[in-house]
């Protein structure tokens, strides 16, 4: 099918292109045309996107997909064509088997992309390696513990030597198990007056400082998912001056919100890692400005009774893939940050992470697209989503950007 | 963000914390339990205030002092009481919280008096109660994790404010396990809020929340230097899990370095007045001869804080 999708403003942050009014031409799921047809091209579809941005498809670097089927629609549905899973599945992701399923799974759904991580150790128990090798040919991007820390350094240090005999990249978020396991809220003002068990700082600049030296050591590629603090952060950014192949992401709440926004114990505003101070909040949306970073939703669907709960026995995680198109916006727009540029760290960053040739709309790119209106709104309710996630600190709230068209390979896959 | 204790007209619905509530509700419930004094001197120890009124004890964690005392404030108080030991009943069967609330609600319940293991629990509670419509059931919190415990709070109020008639010109010193402490985190709420000018917390950094100065709080780890000239002094309970471990290396090390004996007390205002939630530990934070000297009013405590609670019950659920 060849589509053209005219009248938009195209925007390529890879390449710079920001153009208004030009069109977009697809045929046999790539990009074959910018402005201009390419000779003999004739539209069997027609996109009408005047007063829209045509922007690469959004590469979410972590999102969980508690029920594939949904959670791939609701990907599409907020723009999102491809989806980085992490591991911590039930169960988890550790054999070449059930990455092979999951990404088959994906594609008999033919909706976003889905790219596994691979455990990093069998069961996430941070003891024995995962069959590294297999999984990666099973289609895994990279290697992963989710959210669960390797507590045992040495057998971080050998999974990290092995995945670099491989060039395999290892993605931690860096949580010190001892300094993180009994607390629920970050370490500040609120979590003394709320009487919540606090997670300091701490725990992420040491695990960070940990990774970094072991990166040092063994040469491995490491990504850090979800850096939740200004001291951390800047640990980060130290290690990729000094030349060390390290990036990082950050989670989509954490560059709005802060732990005021637990306010009375809202168990919509738990994450792991935990919301931290303003300061950190700032670091965090100065390293997104900066390029440093890139944002993901961090999307974790929670069922509503496993929310509706005291604050510390509720389930972390807000519902994510829907949402990360326009809090991205909201946020490039309160930190005064161009379009481009903040599309960027949603497409072109995350794609540069995976190692991939996406997140792009140069002549030949796989036409995976997301066509939005910048400036429609709408209300964030439950039935607004289409994520059997509905969990989220934002529900009642207005949302400024809305997907209209997304294409993955060429495929129309969501309109509305 | 909304109060949700106080009620469209400000005035208090349920009793959830003593932050965020206005000095004159604080004093409004300290002026009221204090007219209550009276009943419990009388030979029939009753008012009809919560008459035809049903107090359910919601007692998720174990608590046979506290819950006696909201017992008797409610029977002064004329309500029906029905004590739900609920560690082990319903949510060993795999009730939730809020189900468990539901079913109460649905055999008329007035006033929900509740305690938990989790800080926040009640405004769960009170929230679930504004959303299904149900503004004539109250909450009152008797304990909720490390959070608040509020009656406590207003009882040592009642307890300072009896013995030192002014809170302007007081300096009040809280010394022990501020950490895991409800009871520290409602009475510094409480002092602040009431207009004491120096509200000091003494421990060691252990058992010492972060941030403690952003409540308003002078932190000290000198307990002779902290004493110096206090009015009055709050000792906290010392649980025994806390004494051998991270946190302290034995009861004998924390008793020498922060247990009140009279040498230290003799730090204080000859007049000071010495404080406890209870129970106490004899010789891990208190001395014997202090628990039981002049200067302690330990046990004045426990009988105001039944007048407190009978205020705060009529107040949010009286006719």
């Given at each position: 099918?060849?589509?053209?999708?005219?009248?938009?403003?195209?925007?390529?942050?890879?390449?710079?292109?920001?153009?208004?009014?030009?069109?977009?031409?697809i045929?046999?799921?790539?990009?074959?045309?910018?402005?201009?047809?390419?000779?003999?091209?004739?539209?069997?579809?027609?996109?009408?996107?005047?007063?829209?941005?045509?922007?690469?498809?959004?590469?979410?670097?972590?999102?969980?997909?508690?029920?594939?089927?949904?959670?791939?629609?609701?990907?599409?549905?907020?723009?999102?064509?491809?989806?980085?899973?992490?591991?911590?599945?039930?169960?988890?992701?550790?054999?070449?088997?059930?990455?092979?399923?999951?990404v088959?799974?994906?594609?008999?759904?033919?909706?976003?992309?889905?790219?596994?991580?691979?455990?990093?150790?069998?069961?996430?128990?941070?003891?024995?390696?995962?069959?590294?090798?297999?999984?990666?040919?099973?289609?895994?991007?990279?290697?992963?513990?989710?959210?669960?820390?390797?507590?045992?350094?040495?057998?971080?240090?050998?999974?990290?030597?092995?995945?670099?005999?491989?060039?395999?990249?290892?993605?931690?978020?860096?949580?010190?198990?001892?300094?993180?396991?009994?607390?629920?809220?970050?370490?500040?003002?609120?979590?003394?007056?709320?009487?919540?068990?606090?997670?300091?700082?701490?725990?992420?600049?040491?695990?960070?400082?940990?990774?970094?030296?072991?990166?040092?050591?063994?040469?491995c590629?490491?990504?850090?998912?979800?850096?939740?603090?200004?001291?951390?952060?800047?640990?980060?950014?130290?290690?990729?001056?000094?030349?060390?192949?390290?990036?990082?992401?950050?989670?989509?709440h954490?560059?709005?919100?802060?732990?005021?926004?637990?306010?009375?114990?809202?168990?919509h505003?738990?994450?792991?890692?935990?919301?931290?101070?303003?300061?950190?909040?700032?670091?965090?949306?100065?390293?997104a400005?900066?390029?440093?970073?890139?944002?993901?939703?961090?999307?974790?669907?929670?069922?509503?009774?496993?929310?509706?709960?005291?604050?510390?026995?509720?389930?972390?995680?807000?519902?994510?893939?829907?949402?990360?198109?326009?809090?991205?916006?909201?946020?490039?727009?309160?930190?005064?940050?161009?379009?481009?540029?903040?599309?960027?760290?949603?497409?072109?960053?995350?794609?540069?992470?995976?190692?991939?040739?996406?997140?792009?709309?140069?002549?030949?790119?796989?036409?995976?697209?997301?066509?939005?209106?910048?400036?429609?709104?709408?209300?964030?309710?439950?039935?607004?989503?289409?994520?059997?996630?509905?969990?989220?600190?934002?529900?009642?709230?207005?949302?400024?950007?809305?997907?209209?068209?997304?294409?993955?390979?060429g495929?129309?896959?969501?309109?509305? | 963000?909304?109060?949700?204790?106080?009620?469209?007209?400000?005035?208090?619905?349920?009793?959830?914390?003593?932050?965020?509530?206005?000095?004159?509700?604080?004093?409004?419930?300290?002026?009221?339990?204090?007219?209550?004094?009276?009943?419990s001197?009388?030979?029939?120890?009753?008012?009809?205030?919560?008459?035809?009124?049903?107090?359910?004890?919601?007692?998720?964690?174990?608590?046979?002092?506290?819950?006696?005392?909201?017992?008797?404030a409610a029977?002064?108080?004329s309500?029906?009481?029905?004590?739900?030991?609920?560690?082990?009943?319903?949510?060993?069967?795999?009730?939730?919280?809020?189900?468990?609330?539901?079913?109460?609600?649905?055999?008329?319940?007035?006033?929900?008096?509740?305690?938990?293991?989790?800080?926040?629990?009640?405004?769960?509670?009170?929230?679930?109660?504004?959303?299904?419509?149900?503004?004539?059931?109250?909450?009152?919190?008797?304990?909720?994790?490390?959070?608040?415990?509020?009656?406590?709070g207003?009882?040592?109020?009642?307890?300072?404010?009896?013995?030192?008639?002014?809170?302007?010109?007081?300096?009040?010193a809280?010394?022990?396990?501020?950490?895991?402490?409800?009871?520290?985190?409602?009475?510094i709420?409480?002092?602040?809020?009431?207009?004491?000018?120096?509200?000091?917390?003494?421990?060691?950094?252990?058992?010492l929340?972060?941030?403690?100065?952003?409540?308003?709080?002078?932190?000290?780890?000198?307990?002779?230097a902290?004493?110096?000239?206090?009015?009055?002094?709050?000792?906290?309970?010392?649980?025994?899990?806390?004494?051998?471990?991270?946190?302290?290396?034995?009861?004998?090390?924390?008793?020498?370095?922060?247990?009140?004996?009279?040498?230290?007390?003799?730090?204080?205002?000859?007049?000071?007045?010495?404080?406890?939630?209870?129970?106490?530990?004899?010789?891990?934070?208190?001395?014997?001869?202090?628990?039981?000297?002049?200067?302690?009013?330990?046990?004045?405590?426990?009988?105001?804080?039944?007048a407190?609670?009978?205020?705060?019950?009529?107040?949010?659920?009286?006719?």
């Amino acid at each position: 099918m060849n589509i053209e999708i005219s009248n938009g403003r195209v925007i390529c942050p890879k390449n710079g292109v920001d153009r208004d009014n030009v069109s977009v031409y697809i045929a046999h799921g790539r990009i074959v045309g910018l402005g201009e047809a390419p000779k003999g091209f004739v539209a069997t579809q027609k996109v009408d996107a005047a007063g829209c941005v045509v922007s690469p498809g959004l590469i979410d670097l972590g999102a969980r997909l508690n029920s594939i089927e949904a959670e791939l629609a609701a990907a599409v549905a907020g723009g999102v064509t491809s989806v980085v899973v992490p591991p911590d599945a039930d169960p988890p992701l550790d054999e070449p088997e059930l990455a092979d399923r999951l990404v088959h799974r994906g594609d008999e759904i033919g909706k976003a992309r889905v790219l596994p991580l691979g455990a990093l150790t069998l069961g996430l128990k941070g003891e024995r390696l995962a069959e590294l090798a297999g999984l990666k040919k099973a289609g895994c991007v990279a290697f992963s513990q989710a959210s669960r820390p390797v507590v045992d350094t040495e057998a971080l240090l050998r999974a990290m030597e092995y995945a670099a005999t491989f060039g395999f990249a290892v993605w931690l978020q860096p949580q010190d198990h001892w300094l993180s396991r009994n607390g629920i809220a970050h370490e500040g003002e609120v979590a003394s007056r709320l009487g919540l068990a606090g997670i300091p700082v701490a725990a992420e600049t040491i695990a960070v400082g940990s990774i970094i030296q072991l990166v040092r050591d063994t040469g491995c590629r490491v990504h850090l998912t979800r850096i939740s603090s200004a001291a951390g952060m800047s640990l980060v950014q130290r290690a990729a001056k000094e030349g060390l192949p390290i990036s990082c992401d950050v989670g989509v709440h954490h560059l709005l919100l802060t732990d005021n926004d637990i306010g009375y114990f809202n168990p919509h505003a738990r994450f792991v890692p935990p919301l931290r101070g303003q300061a950190d909040r700032q670091a965090l949306s100065d390293a997104a400005a900066a390029g440093t970073a890139a944002i993901c939703s961090d999307h974790t669907p929670v069922g509503a009774d496993d929310k509706l709960l005291p604050f510390g026995e509720a389930k972390p995680g807000a519902t994510g893939l829907e949402v990360l198109l326009p809090l991205t916006l909201k946020w490039a727009e309160t930190a005064g940050v161009a379009l481009p540029a903040a599309l960027a760290r949603i497409t072109s960053a995350p794609a540069e992470i995976l190692g991939l040739d996406s997140g792009h709309l140069a002549l030949g790119a796989r036409a995976d697209i997301c066509v939005f209106d910048p400036n429609a709104s709408w209300q964030l309710t439950p039935e607004a989503l289409r994520s059997r996630g509905k969990n989220s600190p934002w529900t009642g709230y207005m949302m400024t950007g809305k997907v209209r068209h997304t294409l993955v390979d060429g495929r129309i896959v969501y309109t509305t | 963000m909304h109060n949700p204790q106080l009620n469209k007209n400000g005035e208090l619905t349920h009793l959830l914390s003593t932050e965020g509530l206005p000095a004159a509700i604080l004093t409004q419930i300290l002026d009221t339990a204090a007219s209550f004094m009276e009943v419990s001197s009388r030979d029939v120890k009753k008012v009809p205030l919560l008459r035809g009124k049903s107090v359910f004890n919601l007692f998720f964690e174990n608590s046979t002092r506290t819950r006696t005392t909201f017992e008797i404030a409610a029977k002064r108080l004329s309500a029906d009481v029905i004590n739900l030991d609920i560690t082990r009943s319903s949510t060993a069967k795999g009730e939730t919280l809020l189900d468990t609330i539901d079913n109460l609600c649905a055999m008329d319940a007035n006033l929900f008096v509740v305690r938990h293991a989790s800080s926040g629990a009640p405004y769960l509670i009170a929230e679930h109660l504004r959303k299904i419509g149900r503004d004539d059931i109250h909450v009152v919190n008797a304990g909720d994790g490390r959070h608040a415990h509020p009656t406590q709070g207003l009882l040592d109020m009642y307890t300072i404010r009896h013995y030192k008639k002014d809170f302007t010109q007081l300096r009040v010193a809280i010394v022990g396990d501020i950490l895991h402490s409800r009871v520290a985190r409602s009475d510094i709420h409480a002092l602040t809020t009431l207009g004491v000018p120096e509200v000091r917390a003494i421990g060691p950094e252990t058992l010492l929340p972060k941030y403690l100065d952003k409540l308003g709080v002078h932190v000290y780890h000198d307990m002779a230097a902290g004493l110096r000239d206090c009015d009055v002094v709050i000792m906290l309970r010392l649980q025994n899990e806390r004494m051998n471990g991270a946190l302290l290396p034995s009861a004998g090390e924390y008793f020498r370095h922060y247990g009140l004996t009279p040498q230290m007390l003799a730090q204080a205002k000859p007049d000071a007045i010495v404080m406890h939630p209870g129970p106490m530990n004899r010789g891990v934070e208190i001395h014997s001869a202090v628990a039981d000297g002049p200067q302690a009013v330990i046990l004045p405590q426990v009988t105001f804080g039944i007048a407190v609670r009978m205020a705060v019950m009529s107040i949010v659920a009286g006719n």
